[in-house]
């Protein structure tokens, strides 16, 4: 295992510190901003006569750290390159949080509040996880639930049009409780944390219920059954196992000759 740091990394790693001198030390130099990073951070990030929510300064002044970071093309770097990235890989970006930690706590990088130049862009898992942590990074959390609202609402309403395009009708039915409940169990049954999960979901619930009608008309029954199984031994629903044998089955392609560990001088 070669612990070298690549030479295209490095080159990043300068043009970093590079930008950091330029652009970040002054800002976090200038108007007393040391404040937010020195002994006095807690009292001067947090306004605690409206509850403890962050100051506007230190929002503003994060910001500003992240337009200037955006600007010079190093916040979206790890996106793909269509949203205005880099595509870095993992280990750039390993290497780069290690070096950033490295450097101590300042402007440029803060792992209180995992607040960096170099974004991980965590807004919505973040937001659902903790979401006063989101404020305190800066981010209006109230813009990004409007965004999500609007976004999830365009595609159902889609949905629905698609719906009765396809039927040339529409009952009260599908806006029941029953429908509501039937959207949930095809979302856990092919599961939560991706994007093809409920269009799995949809797809395996379709199958089994035209499959169990035939058998039963209590087939209902056996679709809650198979519900509670998934939610309390598979929570992560169908792609939970799909990549469950993807790992296993890289896993076994890794297997074999054991690597070679250069030494490295101290």
């Known amino acids: 295992?070669?612990?070298?740091?690549?030479?295209?990394?490095q080159a990043t790693l300068d043009a970093l510190d590079a930008f950091i001198e330029q652009e970040i030390a002054p800002l976090q130099a200038q108007d007393d901003n040391e404040r937010f990073f020195d002994h006095r951070r807690e009292w001067a990030r947090t306004d605690f006569e409206h509850d403890g929510v962050p100051r506007a300064d230190w929002e503003e002044l994060?910001?500003?750290?992240r337009r200037r970071a955006d600007a010079a093309g190093w916040l979206r770097l790890a996106l793909p390159a269509e949203l205005g990235g880099r595509d870095a890989s993992n280990l750039e970006m390993a290497i780069i949080r290690e070096h950033l930690a490295h450097k101590g706590?300042?402007?440029?990088?803060?792992?209180?509040?995992?607040?960096?130049?170099?974004?991980?862009?965590?807004?919505?898992?973040?937001?659902?996880?903790n979401e006063e942590r989101m404020?305190?990074?800066?981010?209006?959390?109230?813009?990004?639930?409007l965004i999500l609202f609007t976004f999830t609402g365009a595609v159902a309403g889609l949905a629905g049009a698609f719906y009765t395009l396809h039927f040339q009708f529409c009952s009260q039915s599908a806006i029941s409780v029953d429908m509501t409940t039937t959207v949930l169990l095809m979302t856990f049954v092919g599961g939560t944390g991706t994007f093809w999960g409920p269009m799995l979901g949809v797809l395996v619930y379709v199958i089994l219920q035209n499959y169990l009608s035939d058998i039963t008309d209590r087939w209902p029954l056996f679709m809650g059954l198979i519900f509670v199984f998934m939610v309390l031994f598979i929570p992560g629903g169908l792609t939970q196992i799909i990549?469950?044998?993807k790992t296993l089955f890289a896993g076994k392609?890794?297997?074999?000759?054991?690597i070679a560990v250069k030494e490295v001088s101290t």
């Open 105 to 129: 706590l300042g402007l440029h990088n803060d792992l209180q509040n995992e607040s960096s130049i170099v974004g991980n862009f965590p807004t919505v898992l973040m937001m659902r996880e």
């Open 62 to 65: 994060l910001r500003e750290m």
């Open 135 to 145: 404020k305190f990074l800066g981010y209006n959390t109230n813009i990004s639930r």
């Open 1 to 9: 295992m070669d612990f070298d740091i690549p030479e295209e990394i």
């Open 253 to 258: 392609r890794g297997t074999g000759k054991p």
């Open 243 to 245: 990549q469950s044998i």
